[in-house]
């Protein structure tokens, strides 16, 4: 009686064994693909900066006063520090308002709040304390940003194609 795993179907187990390898190479193939078109993308952090420098410029041309949206300002001020892996003590978030610091603690403590901003004591200077983003917060804006991804990337796609073409 001859055994299934038995020696005469080792020629189809090596054409499976073959298969299996190249479809598990195709699929490497492909997951490099999709890592670097990823790779290429606009990140959130790179939308958030891009607001960012938008919203600072501005008050160059029409006066700060006129814009001024501080809750924004700290929000996206707030989520681009710690992405950078960076500490945020709420002097830097005043100033990043373009707010007096009256008007700039007024608006952090409703943020704290509603939930939005966490604040902790400064680990060594007592006067000072430490803001983050709640967890809600953090991904509520991420995805804000990612949302964004197709506009900016649609925008950004011309110019792209027109560096590419050759001077005439």
């Known amino acids: 009686m001859s055994d299934r795993y038995g020696g005469r179907d080792e020629g189809m187990t090596d054409g499976i064994n073959d298969r299996i390898r190249r479809i598990r190479d195709e699929l490497a193939i492909l997951e490099s693909m999709v890592r670097e078109e990823n790779e290429k993308r606009i990140s959130p952090v790179d939308i958030g900066a891009i607001i960012r420098a938008a919203r600072e410029g501005i008050g160059g041309f029409f006066g700060g006063d006129l814009f001024a949206d501080p809750a924004f300002d700290m929000l996206l001020f707030v989520f681009l520090e710690e992405e950078a892996g960076r500490s945020v003590e709420t002097s830097a978030c005043y100033r990043a308002s373009g707010v007096p610091r009256t008007t700039a603690v007024r608006w952090i403590n409703m943020l ?57």
Do not use: N
């Not at 304390?129 to 649609?154: F, H, I, M, T, Y």
């Open 112 to 168: 704290v709040s509603m939930g939005m901003f966490q604040s902790t004591p400064h680990p060594t200077d007592r006067r000072l304390g430490l803001l983050s983003l709640s967890d809600e917060a953090r991904v509520s804006v991420r995805q804000w940003l990612e949302g964004l991804r197709p506009l900016v990337e649609r925008i950004a796609a011309p110019s792209a194609v027109t560096k590419k073409k050759p001077a005439a």
